[in-house]
């Protein structure tokens, strides 16, 4: 029998835990927090991610600054209104929303976002703290995924953790954050051979590729925790993950569905991000 992680859940538990450590900051030191939120262009997924984004600083009580630029505006625009927030001392955290258009250097512009109002938890400086094991500001889904393991008592001391999928913003963090929760920890790639073998030595599983229903029941142990960091569309059309969900649920001991999983609690983990880079401002860290 598996049971599964419902991550909708947890991120609404997260989210009033979240407003009541909002309230109490503002409170005590008579300003609200705030989260500036950059648009560059007109993409739609963005459009979404970027409501939702804004929709969940109004329930935990964090004011959102919200800028859309064109999708033609020069990089020097965009520089401008970056070095203003990182100024602005009522701006705890900035995001830009990616991609950017692909005439703007994404680097170029991310660098000036300061590493204390780097919710994300992108920038160089987070990065590398994060593979020191020193406290930083982590980028959001594979925070998220630890909040999960955490909150469902599933161990991740000396167990066997398989991340699939080596990116900047997923795989490589869930890794570093895995490995400083003491697993055992195998990064796997397009370029992996034997994938399956890997994949059912994992205790862990964690699925951040980007194929549909591409982890199969022939490459997870009996038992194992399967997290799913997909988010795909099947060949009807309807929303699935990386792994296939229904072939898969019963070897399980936990699984993540897709949606209601991950998902949820990557936005929430953005608004714990930015409480964290309120009071870690103030306390000057
Ligand atoms: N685009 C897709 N995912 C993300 C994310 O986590 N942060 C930002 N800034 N843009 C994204």
Do not use: W
Request: include cysteine.
């Amino acid at each position: 029998m598996y049971a599964l992680i419902d991550g909708k859940k947890l991120a609404q538990e997260m989210r009033v835990e979240i407003k009541s450590g909002v309230d109490g900051f503002t409170r005590k030191n008579g300003r609200e927090i705030g989260l500036a939120v950059v648009l560059v262009g007109d993409d739609p997924a963005s459009q979404v991610y970027v409501r939702n984004k804004i929709k969940a600083c109004e329930e935990v009580g964090i004011k959102s600054f919200s800028y859309r630029l064109p999708a033609d505006s020069a990089e020097t625009e965009v520089e401008k209104l970056i070095n203003g927030l990182s100024a602005d001392k009522n701006v705890d955290g900035i995001l830009v929303q990616l991609p950017l258009p692909k005439h703007l250097n994404a680097d170029k512009i991310l660098k000036l976002i300061p590493a204390e109002k780097d919710v994300d938890g992108f920038s160089d400086e987070n990065t590398g703290k994060l593979l020191t094991g020193k406290d930083c500001l982590v980028a959001c889904t594979p925070n998220g995924v630890m909040k999960m393991l955490e909150r469902y008592g599933v161990q991740t001391r000396g167990k066997r953790a398989v991340v699939v999928g080596r990116s900047n913003i997923v795989g490589k963090p869930m890794a570093m954050l895995l490995l400083n929760a003491d697993a055992t920890v195998t990064v796997c790639h397009s370029k992996t051979e034997n994938l399956k073998n890997e994949c059912l030595s994992a205790d862990i599983l964690v699925a951040a590729i980007g194929r549909a229903k591409f982890i199969t029941a022939d490459m997870v142990k009996d038992g194992a925790t399967v997290i799913d960091v997909g988010m795909n569309r099947d060949e009807n059309g309807k929303l699935c993950g990386d792994v296939d969900f229904e072939a898969v649920k019963d070897k399980c001991s936990y699984i993540t569905p897709v949606p209601g999983g991950v998902g949820p609690m990557t936005i929430t983990m953005l608004m714990y991000n930015t409480l964290q880079a309120a009071i870690r401002r103030k306390v000057g860290l």
